[in-house]
T-cell receptor
Framework: DAKTTQPPSMDCAEGRAANLPCNHS???????VYWYRQIHSQGPQYIIH???NNETNEMASLIITEDRKSSTLILPHATLRDTAVYYC?????????????????FGQGTILTVHP | EAGVTQFPSHSVIEKGQTVTLRCDPI?????LYWYRRVMGKEIKFLLH????????ESGMPNNRFLAERTGGTYSTLKVQPAELEDSGVYFC?????????????FGQGTRLTVV
């Protein structure tokens, strides 16, 4: 079962920052926070992930609270093409024989609608 | 570089028939995952291959589903016999080996409709 809680939907004006919250109060020390999104009829797309430090890439920024119980995905300048379902996922990771594991457990996600 | 590709993109079959879905992962990715979304539900994990070995098949719904990955390259997921509740979108994903938490890349999915 999903170990994260997200609001079911959010709206954002085009050009403004979209801030998507996620609660993961039961996260354990070796679990990362991943964000994926699914644009209608496409496969899920990786956005960003982090352990405890804030992270930034060309798509988004990830802010993780110091206690790691929640995080926020930030799309700095949302466009209409960012309309999608955004999934916050806590990913278990274990190592065996040098191979990384970690299935993704998807919840309901947040439907982000970017409007003109 | 080619992404994860899945065949076919759509399949409509009758109840009781057999369907085989194929997934070609990104070249060099040892980890291959199958997921599916049935109507109105969340995306659910089915199984995980590491090369040709099944590492985790805890999500496979029943023995009508058979996944293979001979040679550790492409994978197939066979449903035999198909039931109405098998309708949904089946996604394949792959990721590299080595290092913690390399991201998984997903294919576009196969939309299966059982009538």
């Amino acid at each position: 079962d999903a170990k994260t809680t997200q609001p079911p939907s959010m709206d954002c004006a085009e050009g403004r920052a979209a801030n998507l919250p996620c609660n993961h109060s039961t996260i354990s020390g070796n679990e990362y926070v991943y964000w994926y999104r699914q644009i209608h009829s496409q496969g899920p797309q990786y956005i960003i992930h982090g352990l405890k430090n804030n992270e930034t890439n060309e798509m988004a920024s990830l802010i993780i609270t110091e206690d790691r119980k929640s995080s926020t995905l930030i799309l700095p300048h949302a466009t209409l093409r960012d309309t999608a379902v955004y999934y916050c996922i806590v990913r278990a990771s274990s190592y065996a024989g040098g191979t990384s594991y970690g299935k993704l457990t998807f919840g309901q996600g947040t439907i982000l609608t970017v409007h003109p | 570089e080619a992404g994860v590709t899945q065949f076919p993109s759509h399949s409509v079959i009758e109840k009781g028939q057999t369907v085989t879905l194929r997934c070609d992962p990104i070249s060099g990715h040892d980890n291959l995952y199958w997921y599916r979304r049935v109507m109105g539900k969340e995306i659910k994990f089915l199984l995980h291959f590491v090369k040709e070995s099944k590492q985790d098949e805890s999500g496979m719904p029943n023995n009508r589903f058979l996944a293979e990955r001979t040679g550790g390259t492409y994978s197939t997921l066979k449903v035999q016999p198909a039931e109405l509740e098998d309708s949904g979108v089946y996604f394949c994903a792959s990721s590299q080996t080595g290092g913690f938490n390399t991201e998984a890349f997903f294919g576009q999915g196969t939309r299966l409709t059982v009538v």
